[in-house]
DNA sequence: CTGTTAGCGCTTTCAC
DNA sequence: GTGAAAGCGCTAACAG
């Protein structure tokens, strides 16, 4: 039955779809629905209110003729687009590697798409702003140090914003990072078991607001024991740097028997550097701690004592609060600490006894 | 002098300033310039011919209200976005995670974003496809399989598209990769000067592209100098797979005395396995090479003898290649082969004599 | 619940 | 070279 309309319908279908490389809009599928425009975008929208036996034809037409809303045109009128911008720069993606696609997977867990914007310098030019503006994204996730400018931009525009493990350079803004500072807390309480004399920090390069945050930890909770840092070394975060500070620094007559790294990559180039260049024991001439909890920290081959960042929960953090900025559900600007997971393992001595 | 005029000037630009959330249009800047919103467009955009005098008033009045031209309005009429689409898999982010900073990077140097598309099972489903279509992307960087009738929905779309290390599943695109069959070759020379006897693989999944095509290519060089592979074993990329994998294989009797992993990850933790679970030694009970030249391959405590996986240069193809069929000015599809580049090290044995 | 109408901010003919 | 007017495809406000 309806074999005669159904003959028609199929003829109609097929006229609209004669220009093959035009998009199908929400105006063809109304006039194949025999509705209008709006019920198309009633049905296609979140919150519309159709009858079951509208929607049923809009979604008939809809699926006949392959449509699906134009993002772009909606974005236009809603000023809204689904969009959440993450800024990276070089530094984290070497650093982290894997944050970047995390943050794309929970960004698209309800329905969102990632734009993403490489800086230099960790610092943000306004060109940047007025893209991020230009294409209506709703949200920011910034892993960069923002200038105050920036951050009253993003103010004044309305467009909610959450700093990845970092602080704004003025002002406040709403934040997730790692609590460096009970992390280290946690690894000195381990360390002083195994008594450390001279104690060694391996920093990142000067101005690297994370390195600072774990100094600053390491520091404070060495004090408690009464030990103090002999020494702070500038290096690159990378595992070459870690190596030739090695070189150096524990060829030293006086050299540390405890060395903290600021992050893990460094800590292994050190230990590389103690036993292949300078054949010295980890951990019996020297200790060795890092920060993060790389994938090779763990093979035995290095079995290095650190902390283990976490990441995936910063992450997840991360996008869940700017969700709730942009629902309009959140409670205010906050910044929000997530615990470092203390591993020992075999680059740290054993309290004695 | 122009005292009277520039206080007024001031005046209308505050007037214009007035609602701070409210973006300026090109309406705006046209009004406070003295000219149509035309002229404005045309200092705004690429090829707009407009005379100095009036393109100085213009930008005059844009630079005094922070205009900047709305990228979703724009793109909604011209059909172009300045957005690239990257499709990309946890496989593919978790083997080669730079590859999507690196391309974020590339993609930015000529004036476009990064779109991400993290999709599940290496295969896209048709929802991606509207969104793509839906965001008006310029092009598509695909470091997934896809799927023929995705294939053929980006040709009726027009959507330039470049696979990253992925030959389609049916039909043809352009695509760009790393010649694993050389690569191989070349290895395969250099290890016949170790005197293999038994020969092992370790693979990647069942089905995963690369590693078939890297074992491939060792089978075929290996046939080349009378050998052949005894065994492949399949695992999942991971050092842990690795790892278990030479726990069993190495365990036997009949031991192969030269392991190829098709990938690093694999290898390092096959050589773990070796030396840390079973006591032997690398190279000399038995030799591995690897594929990808991680950072920790280099390491003397690893030391492997691999392939390097040109992902910078294979990043800048596909861009570039993709610019090409944006602007229309590719010859037209074709893949592109980069080489791998040989890395002979310590895990393997050098020629007797 | 449904259709009509009026824009979102821009680019693009088309006259001048 | 310039301005007026039309419209990209959609949603929102308003009557019915």
Redesign the interface.
Known sequence: MHSQSEADWEDRVDALLGD??R?VTSYDVAKLAGVSQSAVSRTFRDGGSVSPETRAKVERAAQALGY??????R??ITRR?N?IAVL?T?QT??NY??V??QL??EI?ARGN??????VDFDALAAEVF??L????VDGIVAATSMEPDLLEACE???IPLVLYNRVPRGGFASAVGCDHATGMSDLVDHLVGGTPRRVAFVAGPKGAVVSEDRLAGARQALVRHGLAIDEVIHADYS?DGGRAVGRDLLARKKRPDTVLCANDAMA?GLM?SAR?DLGLSVPADVQVTGFDDL??SA????DLTTLRQPVEMLTRAAIRMLEEHIAGTAIGSERRLMPAELKIRGSTRRPAG
């Open positions: 093959s490389a998009r699906a809303p134009n993002i772009v045109a974005s236009l687009s969009l990276v070089a993606s070497r590697p894997e970047l696609f794309g997977q698209q798409r990632m734009l993403v914007f490489t007025n893209d503006a230009g294409y209506h004044r525009h309305r595992y292994l590389d292949f994938p090779e093979w035995p081959s290095h």
